[in-house]
């Protein structure tokens, strides 16, 4: 069982960054992937991209290159979302997920808002 627990999030406003967390515990799978999602309201939730366990790729998807950015502390079961140049439609509770076992995280709030 993978417990994930998101933080960071907030209210800021536009061209602002914002790093969020993602803390995991538990007992890991010996491989795994630490994947970023978001959903804003009334809509699907949808992948932002993801890392692997050894730390040594991480992917996005193509419209967040560039703006965001996913890594991981090797030394700590902690990942990572950075995020710049936000916008306001980038308003969403953003959730971090374990593969496999589609562990998910309860999300936490990004508000961007002059």
């Known amino acids: 069982q993978v417990h994930l627990v998101e933080s960071g999030g907030g209210l800021v406003q536009p061209g602002d960054s914002l790093r969020l967390s993602c803390a995991a515990s538990?007992?890991?799978?010996?491989?795994?992937?630490v994947a970023w999602h978001r959903q804003a309201q009334g809509k699907e939730r949808g992948l932002i991209g993801h890392v692997h366990s050894k730390g040594l790729t991480s992917c996005l998807a193509d419209s967040m290159k560039g703006r965001f950015a996913i890594s991981r502390d090797a030394a700590t079961t902690i990942a990572y979302l950075q995020m710049n140049d936000l916008r306001p439609e980038y308003t969403a509770v953003y959730y971090c997920?374990?593969?496999?076992?589609?562990?998910w995280g309860h999300g936490t709030l990004v508000t961007v808002s002059s």
């Open positions: 997920q374990v593969n496999p076992g589609e562990y």
């Open positions: 538990g007992t890991f799978p010996r491989v795994y992937i």
